[in-house]
């Protein structure tokens, strides 16, 4: 079954709205990273977080990790037809060594 | 340019034969993994390399082997390829502590 699940699927906004999508994980973990790609592309590494309560931002692009180190969420400010694309988190659990990558959240641009 | 090369780009397949996507890194990565990617699913994790000479297997590994003979070639092969291997695949290397590094993707499909 889905590791990481991430919410919601598809969001379609008005250039100018905000957005935000959202990672869960039913286990703590130990780090947590968000991609982006972009259509027709692939998947580029946008950041990683590890502490917990981790808070970093890119330019109108904040990242969050829980403070329980169980959930995470990207939040883009005002966004532009250049964000359209997929986010997708990953997640690397306690005890493991690979990371379970989120089903991702299409994100539509409408001008 | 340090990255990731997938061969082929795209391939048409005929049921039952056999095929070898091609995956070569020039950054030097321990790590190596194959992912398929396909519509609300997300990055499904096939087989992973953490080192040279070793492979291991992820999420969805049957029907596929991969081998790793050093550290700058994975080649993923399909014995005999089927129409549900029908997807987008992705090659991707790790450096310690980093983001995954991905390839440009080989769509095939499988009739």
């Known amino acids: 079954g889905q590791q990481v699940m991430q919410i919601p699927q598809y969001q379609h906004v008005q250039e100018g709205e905000d957005f935000t999508t959202y990672c869960n994980s039913s286990?703590?973990?130990?780090?947590i990273q968000w991609y982006k790609q972009r259509p027709g592309g692939h998947p580029v590494f946008l950041i990683q977080l590890v502490k917990s309560g981790e808070v970093k931002k890119q330019k109108r692009l904040t990242f969050q990790f829980g403070e329980a180190k169980k959930n995470s969420s990207l939040h883009i400010t005002a966004t532009q037809t250049t964000d359209v694309g997929t986010y997708f988190c990953?997640?690397?659990?306690?005890?493991?060594?690979?990371?379970?990558f989120g089903t991702g959240t299409s994100l539509t641009v409408i001008p | 340019i340090a990255g990731i090369t997938q061969a082929p780009t795209s391939q048409i397949l005929a049921a039952g034969r056999r095929m070898t996507l091609r995956c070569t890194q020039d950054?030097?990565?321990?790590?190596m993994y194959w992912y398929r990617q396909d519509l609300g699913l997300g990055l499904r994790l096939i087989h992973y390399s953490n080192t040279a000479g070793t492979t291991g297997k992820g999420e969805v590994p049957d029907g596929y082997s991969v081998s790793r003979a050093n550290t700058d070639d994975f080649p993923l092969t399909l014995a005999s390829a089927v129409p549900s291997q029908t997807s987008v695949y992705f090659c991707?290397?790790?450096?310690?502590?980093?983001?995954?590094?991905f390839g440009s993707g080989t769509r095939l499909t499988v009739v």
């Open positions: 991707a290397s790790r450096g310690p502590g980093y983001g995954y590094t």
């Open positions: 990953a997640g690397l659990k306690n005890t493991g060594n690979q990371f379970y």
């Open positions: 286990t703590t973990l130990s780090n």
């Open positions: 950054m030097r990565h321990n790590a």
